[in-house]
């Protein structure tokens, strides 16, 4: 059972770093970000063929981070110069890094099986992660909380103030952008080197997982006041790890996680908007006085 | 100080919706002036904000502020020299940061965003006296996320965060349109008292015709893309309401009155 736990809590912080990058552009930027589905195996390409070729695997760690951050550019001129509204150019972008990444590794996967990673060190994974992640969510929480932070956050709120200010938005979105990529691409190195393999289809179904982490822990830590909203992310990231850890453990076979992953992401909105816990009490409620009180059509 | 000149726009050229705003339109603002401008809807006069705001791009004319030419300059260029306060109290405020990290972004403008902290406690008293100015309380909740504010007081902190910088040029368009009487009040005093200690030069949209009377040392009245009135100094003081409107109607009868007799 404390395996169980360890697991979870290893790969909710792997995919909270995803999670954070995803946050930067669905919550803070206002942009559905379609291009993380290809940065996230970008980043594991990236490290497995860097690896493969023996190079220090915290090397290729940081470029895996670089090279994500240059596929977020790309989104972001396609957005901001080429006027390609911003759901389309994540898609272009997504679709067009499936054959990148190919073309880094060379086939459809790489073992990594004899490699050097950042986990091979007498410390325990677990320790590795959370130096990582959680160096990251403070990284960006530092970020937010600067001059240009706060452009960020402007930008994503209301351009207009930003362009009152005398301020380019396209730039502001482009290097946002790029840091949510980039943060995408290192969450996708960790977890190549975690489960020993990189894989060009790991990245299908990433968008998703990030959404659903993020609306699961605002729904959750939403009403527990003082909590960062970078901390929710990484919070609902580990949630939503358990939640699909549990399926597992139920019985449900792994193919169905996406199904799984859905459903997560409906509930949590609809306990977001509170529909579902309101619509559930009215009618477990019915009968008796509230029917006779009631003096309203239901 | 501004200098319009042979300012020209369509909008929808070349269609059936073809719709000539501005033909030729010239203008210039001294320095230090206060403007208002009264106009009937579609006149131009939001259109020509917009467009020396850099929001609309004009088709043809120059325009110069401060003897550069701006026409050409893409918005965020123009910004940096003017300030602006729209008629929607949401859009001069970022909703989800607080009052004091709005005044901070305000107070960098023309300044580098880097990476240094977003709001500075030195600043914080400076940010107080500013809000304490606009006697509406909000010294007191500078960490209320400014989305949670009344229209009113946004429109206030607008105003407050447009002029902290000290802009060269104030542009106001229909800034009190969407407040109550009252709130609307207090937000012109509070624009008077501002450019009047910052002598800022300001153009200022307004329907309330009252207004446009008492306030500044100039009035123009736009009809179809042209200036129709242009009253100053001297003689904007002695105007009244009564000769007002009976220039607006002799203006627009010319209009009327050609449809009426097209229709009778």
Redesign the interface.
């Known amino acids: 059972m404390l395996n169980f736990w360890v697991n979870i809590l290893e790969q909710g912080f792997m995919f909270g770093v995803m999670v954070l990058g995803v946050y930067i552009t669905y919550k803070i930027l206002d942009f559905p970000d379609l291009s993380v589905e290809g940065s996230f195996p970008l980043g594991a390409s990236v490290v497995a063929s860097c690896l493969v070729a023996g190079m220090n695997p915290f090397l290729a760690t940081f470029i895996a981070f670089v090279v994500g951050m240059m596929a977020g550019g790309i989104t972001g001129y396609l957005h901001v110069k080429l006027k390609i509204t911003n759901l389309l150019s994540g898609i272009l972008v997504m679709i067009g890094l499936y054959s990148i990444n190919l073309r880094i590794m060379g086939k459809a996967n790489i073992p990594l099986f004899a490699q050097k990673t950042v986990f091979s060190n007498p410390m325990h994974p677990i320790f590795m992660i959370l130096i990582f992640s959680l160096c990251m969510k403070f990284a960006l929480d530092f970020l937010l909380n600067t001059k240009f932070g706060f452009l960020i956050k402007a930008t994503g709120d209301n351009p207009q103030l930003v362009t009152s200010l005398g301020i380019d938005i396209g730039v502001t979105k482009i290097i946002a952008l790029m840091l949510s990529n980039g943060l995408v691409a290192l969450s996708g190195a960790m977890v190549a080197q975690y489960q020993r393999f990189a894989d060009v289809g790991m990245g299908s179904g990433i968008i998703v997982m990030g959404l659903a982490s993020i609306i699961f822990g605002e729904a959750i830590f939403k009403r527990v006041s003082l909590v960062k909203a970078t901390t929710m992310a990484l919070g609902g990231s580990i949630l939503y790890k358990i939640v699909t850890g549990f399926a597992l453990k139920l019985g449900f076979p792994p193919t169905d996680l996406k199904l799984i992953t859905a459903v997560i992401v409906v509930l949590a909105l609809g306990l977001n908007e509170k529909k579902i816990g309101f619509k559930l009490k009215k009618t477990l409620s019915i009968g008796g006085d509230s029917v006779v009180m009631h003096t309203k059509s239901m | 100080m501004l200098c319009i000149r042979n300012l020209c726009k369509t909008f929808h050229p070349n269609t059936i919706n073809e719709k000539k705003i501005f033909h030729h339109f010239s203008l210039d603002v001294s320095d230090g002036d206060f403007i208002t401008i009264i106009g009937s809807n579609g006149a131009g006069k939001s259109t020509l904000l917009n467009i020396i705001a850099g929001s609309i791009i004009a088709d043809d004319g120059s325009i110069q502020l401060k003897g550069t030419e701006i026409a050409t300059q ?4 123009r ?2 020299l003017i ?2 306060v ?1 008629q929607d109290p ?8 607080d009052i004091i ?1 709005n005044l ?3 107070m ?3 300044k ?7 709001v500075s406690k030195k600043e914080i008293p400076y940010f107080k006296e500013m809000l304490s100015a606009l006697s509406l309380g909000l010294e007191n909740q500078i960490h209320t996320k400014v989305g949670l504010l009344s229209g009113g007081q946004r429109q206030a902190l607008s105003l407050l965060m ?1 002029t902290i910088s000290k802009p060269n040029l104030l542009l106001l368009d229909e800034h009190t349109a969407a407040l109550d009487p009252k709130t609307s009040d207090r937000i012109i005093h509070l624009t008077k008292k501002i450019v009047s200690e910052q002598k800022i030069t300001t153009m200022m949209i307004t329907h309330n015709l009252n207004q446009a009377i008492e306030i500044g040392n100039r009035l123009l009245m736009l009809h179809e893309g042209k200036v129709v009135l242009d009253i100053k100094g001297e003689e904007k003081k002695n105007l009244t309401v009564d000769i007002l409107l009976k220039e607006f109607e002799k203006k627009q009868n010319k209009g009327i009155l050609s449809d009426r007799v097209l229709f009778a």
């Open positions: 893409p918005e965020f260029k910004t940096q300030g602006r729209f949401t859009m001069g405020t970022s909703p989800s940061m990290e901070s972004m305000a960098n403008k023309g580098r965003f880097g990476l240094t902290k977003g447009t």
